[in-house]
């Protein structure tokens, strides 16, 4: 993960650096990987597990981030280049993992199976809005590749035709529910 987040360009000015950009994103990621979603749990997180992220990352200044440092960041990086940041990681995992959701050719070419689904983003609606994405899925490990949000549900077959336009699908076997055929 630390690899892909690499890619996210630092915003932030040369003056007042006290962290390494990389640093506070996988302290960041990890407590979202951990089920944290407020800022303040976030927070929280990082400050219990403050030892050990500062034995694992070994970090310049030694030193766990504020919880106004972290707001800083989440507030400066925008979702969509750490979106595509981790949709190539999450890409490289399904490399890696070979043989689950792949499909041999008589020629001896191997597919990968994909699909395009949408849903409403369970517990979207607890603020008023409903989120409705549609995705590139992988068959075999259930990875989404690449989220697309729609506007509302009813607008899936343009979403998914974006989908589909930015990715390379070479060597790909797609398939769809019945609203796309």
Do not use: Y
């Not at 699909?115 to 517990?123: H, N, P, Q």
Request: charged share 25%; proline share 2%; net charge neutral.
């Amino acid at each position: 993960m630390a690899k892909a987040l690499a890619q996210v360009e630092d915003p932030r000015d040369a003056r007042g650096k006290r962290f390494e950009w990389l640093f506070l994103l996988v302290v960041i990621g990890a407590a979202l990987m951990n089920g944290k979603k407020t800022l303040l749990d976030i927070n929280s997180w990082v400050q219990g597990h403050g030892d050990e992220l500062k034995t694992a990352l070994q970090p310049k200044k030694g030193r766990i981030p504020s919880l106004a440092t972290l707001r800083r960041v989440v507030c400066g990086v925008t979702i969509a280049t750490v979106e595509e940041a981790l949709s190539k990681f999450q890409a490289g995992l399904i490399d890696e993992s070979g043989g689950a959701g792949t499909l041999l050719t008589h020629d001896g070419r191997e597919l990968h199976g994909l699909a395009v689904d949408g849903k409403t983003v369970r517990g979207a609606s607890a603020h008023g809005e409903f989120n409705h994405l549609v995705s590139l899925v992988h068959h075999g490990s259930g990875i989404v590749l690449d989220p697309e949000q729609t506007a509302k549900k009813g607008h899936e077959r343009r979403a998914a035709e974006t989908l589909l336009a930015r990715n390379d699908l070479q060597e790909t076997v797609i398939t769809t529910d019945a609203l796309h055929t």
